[in-house]
């Protein structure tokens, strides 16, 4: 059985730092390509970014520069370390893995106000 759990995720005040996790159970770890995604109220899931086997890197526009991902394969382990928090990053942002199928975490909150 496959299992994405997230953490990380909670208040920021803008301009802040978060860094998010993602632990991986069930597959083959360092085959898989991870990912960040995340949706706001009433918008659609959207790529954050991705790290492949080989670990290169994918990012949306609105994070280049802001946002990291990187992956720990001995631990099973994807992180997303994020810069420069602007309440536009406001949303519930979701662990990702293509390993033969599609795999989701349960999503982890993420708000950025003052």
């Known amino acids: 059985q496959v299992q994405l759990v997230e953490s990380g995720g909670g208040l920021v005040q803008p301009g802040g730092s978060l860094r998010l996790s993602c632990a991986a159970s069930?597959?083959?770890?360092?085959?898989?390509?991870m990912g960040w995604y995340r949706q706001a109220p009433g918008k659609q899931r959207d790529l954050v970014a991705a790290?492949?086997?080989?670990?290169?890197?994918t990012y949306a526009d609105s994070v280049k520069g802001r946002f990291t991902i990187s992956r720990d394969n001995a631990r099973n382990t994807v992180y997303l370390h994020m810069n420069s928090l602007n309440p536009e990053d406001t949303a519930v942002y979701y662990c990702?893995?293509?390993?033969?199928?599609?795999?989701w975490g349960q999503g982890t909150q993420v708000t950025v106000s003052s």
């Open positions: 990702h893995a293509r390993w033969i199928n599609d795999y």
């Open positions: 069930g597959i083959i770890f360092s085959w898989a390509t």
């Open positions: 790290i492949t086997r080989s670990s290169s890197t």
